[in-house]
């Protein structure tokens, strides 16, 4: 069963639901996963995705903050969440495709600013985070599985507009790259958008600070589709649909998509 997958941290889901039919017009995949959705699960506009063909979805959503949903045209069931650090907010949620395939939708937090947790509890959430991810992968290894959603890090040199500069800036620190690469190792997982793009800039972020973003491209690749490693052969396709960071009243992350032949 052939399907495309994207991701989107769309930053409010009611108030961008615009622009989330309009990539589900435009772009069409079979799933699309969001982050930030910022809305309990009841207020989400499903009837609006609905309409537009997307009549499966799982969420975990609270007001105002944080906040996952899957949209699928194909038929899935809720796999269920974890409550990572046991903060009960709403970072995961899993749904099962009829093929078997899991799909996660993570959204792990971002940092705050000081890349020092003695002094910002933000970071130290994260690397915490981070540290769970690991052990779950460790202990149950994921099989026929994808993960995807907004990462919160830029984990190689080409995935930030300025390697040196950013070393101290939350998101591409060395203690975060490093403690999500063991999250990854720990699993298993393929980074699918390495797979099939190998080598070069690569960003799906840019700050809403930056007056002239497409010009100044100063972003980061905060996104990711990673699969374990029994189905990775399988993906392609992938992309970054930057335009849509151009869109009116746009999110500041771009959709990051992939095709998977399973």
Avoid at 86 to 113: C, E, F, K, S
Avoid at 136 to 148: C, G, K, T, W, Y
Avoid at 179 to 186: P, S, Y
Wanted: proline share 5%.
């Amino acid at each position: 069963m052939p399907f495309t997958i994207a991701t989107w941290n769309i930053n409010s889901v009611r108030l961008r639901a615009a622009l989330v039919t309009r990539l589900l017009r435009e772009e069409a995949p079979d799933v699309l996963c969001l982050q930030e959705c910022k809305s309990p699960v009841d207020k989400i506009p499903a009837s609006v995705f609905r309409a537009a063909g997307y009549g499966h979805m799982v969420a975990r959503g609270e007001k105002g903050y944080n906040g996952v949903a899957i949209l699928s045209r194909l038929p899935l069931e809720d796999a269920g969440h974890v409550d990572w650090c046991g903060r009960g907010d709403t970072r995961h949620v899993a749904a099962r495709l009829d093929n078997g395939v899991v799909i996660h939708n993570l959204y792990i937090p971002a940092g705050g600013d000081v890349p020092d947790r003695a002094v910002n509890d933000k970071f130290g959430h994260k690397l915490d985070f981070l540290e769970e991810l690991r052990t779950h992968f460790a202990d149950s290894r994921p099989e026929r599985a994808i993960l995807v959603g907004d990462l919160n890090i830029a984990p190689r040199e080409d995935d930030v507009w300025n390697h040196k500069a950013l070393l101290k800036v939350v998101s591409h620190t060395p203690v975060e790259v490093e403690a999500l690469g063991a999250a990854q190792e720990a699993g298993g997982w393929v980074d699918i958008t390495r797979q099939d793009i190998p080598e070069g800039p690569l960003y799906s972020w840019w700050s809403y600070r930056a007056r002239d973003w497409d010009a100044a491209d100063k972003g980061r690749r905060l996104d990711h589709i990673w699969a374990s490693a029994d189905i990775a052969a399988a993906g392609h396709g992938s992309r970054i649909l930057r335009a849509a960071r151009g869109w009116e009243q746009p999110s500041d992350h771009a959709p990051v998509l992939a095709a998977f032949d399973l």
